[in-house]
Nanobody
């Protein structure tokens, strides 16, 4: 499966963005999905994950309440809605898909990765 992340951009602190992750070549419904982010000089960090049906989600504690992960299998697309953005949310955001694990938090549990989309939050 190929993943294409989009929707990043520059937003002011307190603003919102919705990231999309479009899958091709195979049905996304076969995979759980996750979102990770990586800021300059830092390791890739888990943000949120959703199981293949969309019935179970997992969030990094600090993101719960501000970020919402969802998916539309009919459109072969996953989403990350980000509200009340803060400057520390600035990073490249990556979507990933896993055939082996559900709502995993570890990058190595994912089989496919998108190219990343830059999110910049200005203060």
């Amino acid at each position: 499966v190929q993943l294409q992340a989009s929707g990043g951009g520059v937003v002011q602190s307190g603003g919102s963005l919705r990231l999309s992750c479009a899958a091709s070549r195979l049905p996304l419904s076969l995979y759980s999905m996750g979102w990770f982010r990586q800021a300059p000089g830092k390791e890739r960090e888990f943000v949120a994950a959703i199981d293949w049906r969309g019935s179970s989600t997992n969030y990094k504690d600090s993101k719960k309440g501000r970020f919402t992960i969802s998916r539309d299998n009919a459109k072969n697309t996953g989403y990350l809605q980000m509200n009340s953005l803060k400057p520390e949310d600035t990073a490249v955001y990556y979507c990933a898909a896993s055939r082996r694990f559900s709502v995993a938090e570890v990058p190595t549990d994912y089989d496919y990765w998108g190219q990343g989309t830059q999110v910049t939050v200005s203060s």
